[in-house]
Every structure is written in C-alpha cells, then in structure tokens.
C-alpha cells in the first residue's frame, strides 16, 4: 500500500513537471533563429498571394500550423554527403488547391536513443515507396530533437540520420526548440498529421505507431476532392 501510494504520488509530480519542462513555445511569429519570415503561397489561377489559412496557431489538434516555422536540414533532393543543408519550411506543404501534389504531411519528431524512432526511421523509405505507388502523395518530414553525443543538434545530425536509414523520400531536419511539440506528450515517436489544404492539426500520435489509418484516410480524401 506505501509503495502504491509512494508511485502514484512520483507520477503526478512528473505530470505536474512536464509544463515547465516543456518545449519552447515561444516561436509564434518567428523561425527557430529568432526572424520575421514572409511566406506566400500559391493558388489555383497561378497568383502568387500573400494568404494564411486562419485559425488558432500553434501544432495541438485543430490549430494552424504557424507559417514562419523553418529548420535547418536536408530535403528529398539531396544528392549526398556534400550538400549544404537548406531550410525546410512549412510554407512548402501549404498545397490549398493541390498545385504540389501534397495530399497529407506527417510531421516525426524523433531522438537518437529512441528505439521505436529507429525502427520506424528504417522502414520509412519503404513505406513513403508504397504510399506513393497507391497514389497517396504523403509528404514526411523527420525532425531530431537531440543528437547522439548529448550536443544540441546540429545540420550534420540530421544528414547522419538521412543517410544512417537512407530517407531518400523524405525531409530530416533538427528542432532544438522542439517547436513541433504541444507543451504535453507522452512517448517517442511524435506523430503530427497535417492537413495541407488548411494547414491544420488533425491528428497526432506518441509512442508507437500501430497504423496509419488517419494519416492515409486524410490523404485519399485530399487527393479524391
């Protein structure tokens, strides 16, 4: 009886914790290096507008992904080991009217000693092959929050990670302010599903994945409107 009360009484000191334990939520408005970013995007005639879906920002469910977030890291592109990391940039999955073909966004935010974000990192590429082969345009973005030798991240951590699980379909940038995490989680991986259209929220999952459903369900439906 001591001891289950003793445990119960450690866990909700840990909940309690996890707020100011949090990541930075300090980003609205900025990208990870503290700038203003301009973004625009484009619509079905072709005009370039200066336009942002509205709604509450932020990366909980139902919020608007804030459209100046921007990482350092590596895109789909990358021809190897020489490349200079470009930033990644969530103006890049803002498809209103399907112009890019992006039909749904998967948002990893991983760490090194997470053995569940390993084993999903080397199944990745051929999973993102199989989705695009059923014509589901699924765009997966990895971003690492911590670095093997207990360094902030860096460029070079996510190319290590890029060419360790030769994610040669999907972006791997570094998060150092954990900007796509909500202030609570529980587990490794996290999963944030975004709607491309809207640039909302619309799932989110910690731990491990089981499936895929939501992710998959929303891009048939984009790619079906």
């Known amino acids: 009886g001591i001891i289950r009360s003793n445990m119960k009484k450690f866990l909700f000191c840990c909940l309690a914790m996890l707020p100011a334990c949090g990541p930075d939520r300090s980003f609205e408005g900025k990208n990870i290096y503290g700038s203003a970013v301009s973004v625009t995007a484009s619509s079905s005639t072709g005009i370039v507008e200066d336009l942002w879906p509205s709604g509450e920002p932020g990366v909980g469910l139902s919020q608007v992904i804030p459209e100046s977030l921007v990482w350092k890291g590596y895109a789909e592109e990358y021809q190897g ?3 200079e990391p470009v930033d990644l940039t969530v103006r890049s999955w803002y498809d209103p ?3 890019l073909g992006i039909d ?3 948002v990893i935010t991983a760490k090194h000693e997470c053995d569940l974000c390993s084993s999903e990192a080397a199944a990745l590429q051929g999973r993102i092959s199989s989705w695009h082969l059923q014509g589901r345009m ?5 971003l690492l929050v ?3 030798d207990d360094k902030v991240v860096t460029p070079q951590t996510a190319l290590n990670w890029k060419m360790e699980y030769q994610q040669l379909l999907s972006s791997v940038g570094v998060d ?3 900007t796509m995490l909500p202030e609570q989680f529980f587990g490794w991986p996290y999963h944030t599903i ?3 259209r809207t640039m909302s929220v619309v799932g989110t999952q910690s731990g491990i994945v089981d499936n895929y459903k939501m992710l998959e369900a929303l ?3 984009n790619k079906n409107l």
Do not use: Q
């Open 219 to 221: 891009a048939d439906s």
């Open 146 to 148: 911590d670095a093997t």
């Open 194 to 196: 975004v709607d491309p």
């Open 138 to 142: 699924i765009k997966v973005v990895t």
């Open 81 to 83: 080991a020489d490349d």
């Open 176 to 178: 150092p302010l954990m």
């Open 104 to 106: 749904a966004v998967l």
């Open 97 to 99: 009217a399907g112009d």
